[in-house]
C-alpha cells in the first residue's frame, strides 16, 4: 500500500519552532517533487513549499519564505519542512504530497498522492 505519512506536529509557543517529516511508507519519495500544504478551519488547503526529486529546487510560499526550510533525505526516504519563527496565523493541519514536479507546486488538485495531515498549534 503506498502511503504518506506525516509526524513532528504539536503545540508551541509564538516564536517557537517545530519540523515535520513527510515518510514513505510502500513509496519511494526519491522518484517524486514533494509538497508541504496546510490548511485551517474553514480555509483552502495553502500550498506551503516544494521540493524537487533531487532535492535541487525548492519553492516557497510568501507567507513562509525566510522562516520555513524544506529538505530531503532520499536514503532515508523523507521529505522535512523546519518551521521557525512560527505565527498564530500558521495553526492549521499540514499535509505532504507527491507529484512529479513542483510547477504549480500551489494547486492541490495537480497532486497524486497525500498524507493524513499533522496538527500544528502555535499559541501561548
Known amino acids: 500500500q503506498l502511503e504518506l505519512v506525516e509526524s513532528g506536529g504539536g503545540l508551541v509557543q509564538p516564536g517557537g519552532s517545530l519540523r515535520l517529516s513527510c515518510a514513505g511508507s510502500?513509496?519511494?519519495?526519491?522518484?517524486?517533487?514533494i509538497g508541504w500544504f496546510r490548511q485551517a478551519p474553514g480555509q483552502e488547503r495553502e500550498g506551503v513549499s516544494c521540493i524537487s526529486s533531487s532535492g535541487g529546487n525548492t519553492v516557497y510560499a510568501d507567507s513562509v519564505k525566510g522562516r520555513f526550510t524544506i529538505s530531503r533525505d532520499n536514503a532515508k526516504n523523507t521529505v522535512d519542512l523546519q518551521m521557525n519563527s512560527l505565527k498564530p496565523e500558521d495553526t492549521a493541519v499540514y499535509y505532504c504530497a507527491a507529484k512529479a514536479y513542483c510547477s504549480g507546486y500551489e494547486f492541490p488538485n495537480l497532486y497524486n498522492y497525500w498524507g493524513q495531515g499533522t496538527q500544528v498549534t502555535v499559541s501561548s
Open positions: 510502500g513509496f519511494t519519495l526519491e522518484y517524486y517533487a
